[in-house]
């Protein structure tokens, strides 16, 4: 298959094409305002945690320094692989070096 990009051979009716530019502008205010809810979701969560750790310190400071910690357990992450690479056989690699290629106008 070659690789240039194969063109159609026939057009869109206009109908068609108003349809597509339609869909594609309610499916982008669609997500805007998906965007918008969970924002306003997450901003209200954060300001209630807020809100319930100023109380925890109010009523135990040793609760709420308890409170504060990062949960390790919470995302256990373990990598694994190699350390080192070996080196990729016969490569030659770049100097840093280039060839100014810019068209001269006279």
């Given at each position: 298959m070659s690789s240039a990009i194969r063109k159609?051979?026939?057009q869109?009716?206009?109908?068609?094409?108003?349809?597509r530019v339609a869909?594609?502008?309610?499916?982008s205010h669609y997500k805007y305002q998906q965007h918008l809810a969970e924002t306003t979701m997450i901003?209200?969560?954060m300001a209630s945690q807020q809100h319930a750790l100023e109380e925890l310190r109010?009523?135990?400071e040793d609760l709420w320094l308890e409170a504060i910690?990062?949960?390790?357990t919470l995302l256990p992450y373990r990598a694994r692989g190699p350390l080192r690479t070996p080196p990729i056989q016969d490569y030659d690699t770049p100097d840093g070096e280039y060839f100014n290629r810019t068209k001269k106008w006279d």
């Open positions: 159609r051979s026939f869109l009716p206009e109908e068609v094409k108003d349809q869909l594609l502008k309610e499916w901003d209200e969560v109010k009523v135990s910690q990062l949960d390790q």
